[in-house]
């Protein structure tokens, strides 16, 4: 699939501020700066459409993205260690939570996962989150590209997450700086579309 245009829709603080839930949304989550900006802007081939921050926690809205003026693509705020309040950090996944629960055009997430670090808790128990709530999921190991990166992280967290579930959700291996990863997630975006008559 191509991206012919992508176009900022707005940022939102409530998920009945969110656009009307009439085209297909596909939302990217995962902790503190695990590179959901980086790969938003990978996967439309715009070096600025989603902010960049090294500092955890920059997100603190849902930001919708009108691809191809078909579908979104919507960054949400990560989980997890981020420079606020315990009060604020609670705020945020209540509403995070809120969103995957009530938007009834949300057709995946994509949880994006460290492959330079071994499995974290955090990460663990909102995989075994989203199957309890049974909302669609694949999982993508981000910065795969640096010198850090160990495959075996991944094979620990495959292993660990098996300990409790009988299969595993489709899983992808990216890179924003060397774009790997970003043919086989539109494909498997525009097979969705497909089957929903996008």
Aim: charged fraction near 25%; aromatic fraction near 12%; charge should be positive.
């Amino acid at each position: 699939m191509l991206i012919k245009s992508s176009v900022f829709v707005g940022s939102f603080t409530t998920v009945s501020q969110c656009p009307k839930p009439n085209k297909p949304e596909y939302a990217f989550i995962g902790r503190s700066n695990v590179g959901k900006s980086s790969i938003i802007n990978m996967l439309c081939e715009r070096k600025a459409l989603a902010r960049v921050s090294n500092t955890p926690g920059k997100t603190q809205t849902i930001n919708h993205f009108l691809i191809n003026e078909r579908w979104y693509l919507v960054d949400l705020p990560g989980y997890g260690y981020a420079k606020i309040s315990k009060t604020q950090r609670k705020k945020w996944e209540q509403f995070i939570r809120s969103y995957l629960n009530k938007r009834s055009n949300l057709q995946c997430v994509f949880l994006l996962i460290d492959a330079r670090i071994p499995p974290q808790k955090i990460d663990l128990e909102f995989a075994d989150w989203m199957g309890e709530m049974k909302i669609p999921f694949v999982i993508v190991f981000t910065k795969s590209d640096d010198k850090k990166y160990k495959p075996e992280n991944i094979k620990v967290f495959k292993n660990t997450m098996l300990e409790t579930w009988n299969s595993l959700p489709q899983m992808f291996l990216s890179s924003s700086k060397k774009q790997k990863g970003k043919k086989e997630i539109l494909d498997f975006i525009h097979d969705i579309n497909v089957q929903s008559g996008i």
